[in-house]
């Protein structure tokens, strides 16, 4: 267990909510899982959020989350938080996801509001506290409304962020202005949920992003954060731009999951993009347009024409006095 760090960043500052590798048959791919999780970690990624929605949370099952947190934490525990997904519209389905990923050795889980079912505020802060008091993790909670059809309001916020172990929030509202103020308001490290805002929201205090690109651009994320964090805010946003167009790919059409298996299959981490249903594999012609744009970016292995490195860029950026 990593935890507690820095409390302004409790579970670092670039996590991926990362995909679950599964074998041709279906089955979920412990020795690729562990492949991946090392492969982010070495790229940048202080922290990785496993069994959220883009880890096929609602289609793989209890033993299998258990054994995926368990094999990562073995793997990348001692450089890395590991939250597990603890997610769902039933309060006693959640609490056991939380208490089963305690037992597996995560450091945190992630509380998403409770979907489909379009609970009162008051039935928001019953749910997420009565996670919270199931085990002695932190959390952080999961505000997406473009999933859920609710959002936590400002005065639920006040009243979770008294919690002791209500620590953290991954924000996919896309208000950065209301979080400007609950940041101030609440005391919570506030994590950017859209991949697109990870700047705007560094700028008004967040603590970094929980994201789908960071499969890929994780290099790109913590150079970005490093040099916001050193005041270069200049290089920040030069950096940033280099990863605009795999975020485009990976976050179309709401079918992140989708296109960060054909992403890391794409570069090689993976070798295959199987989800199981509802979700369908991408097409061979989403894999060749996506390719296109990891080879503009410099992320594919047979790419001639390749763009520097991060760390090339940072040197570069030394050079010239940035």
């Known amino acids: 267990m990593v935890l507690p760090t820095d409390p302004t960043r409790p579970f670092g500052a670039v996590l991926t909510a990362m995909v679950t590798p599964m074998t041709p048959e279906g089955a979920v791919d412990l020795k690729a899982a562990v492949k991946l999780a090392k492969k982010l970690v070495d790229d940048g990624n202080d922290g990785l959020v496993l069994s959220g929605t883009t880890g096929e949370s609602p289609v793989t099952h209890t033993p299998e989350k258990e054994e995926l947190v368990a094999a990562v934490v073995e793997a990348v525990g001692d450089r890395a938080a ?93 208000d950065v202005y209301a979080a400007t103020k609950l940041i101030a308001e609440t005391g919570l490290a506030w994590y950017s949920g859209d991949d697109g805002l990870l700047l705007p929201f560094l700028s008004v205090g967040g603590a970094g992003i929980v994201s789908v690109s960071a499969h890929v651009v994780g290099a790109h994320f913590a150079e970005t954060v490093r040099r916001f964090d050193a005041g270069d805010i200049a290089g920040a946003v030069e950096v940033f731009r280099t990863a605009t167009g795999v975020i485009d790919a990976l976050n179309g059409a709401g079918a992140q999951a989708v296109m960060a298996k054909a992403a890391v299959e794409a570069v090689g981490i993976t070798d295959n993009r199987f989800l199981r249903l509802p979700n369908v594999a991408a097409t061979d012609d989403e894999v060749a347009a996506l390719r296109v744009v990891l080879a503009e970016a410099g992320l594919l292995r047979d790419d001639a024409a390749r763009r520097p490195e991060v760390s090339e860029l940072a040197e570069a950026s030394s050079a010239v006095g940035h």
């Open 82 to 174: 590991v939250v597990a997904g603890a997610g769902s519209n039933d309060t006693v389905h959640a609490i056991r996801m939380a208490e089963q990923a305690a037992e597996a050795g995560a450091d945190g889980v992630l509380v998403v509001s409770p979907y489909y079912s379009r609970p009162s505020q008051e039935g928001l802060y019953q749910h997420f506290v009565a996670v919270a008091d199931a085990t002695d993790l932190p959390v952080m909670l999961y505000d997406v409304p473009g999933r859920t059809v609710v959002r936590i309001a400002p005065e639920t916020y006040r009243r979770l962020a008294q919690h002791p172990r209500i620590i953290a929030n991954k924000d996919a509202t896309g």
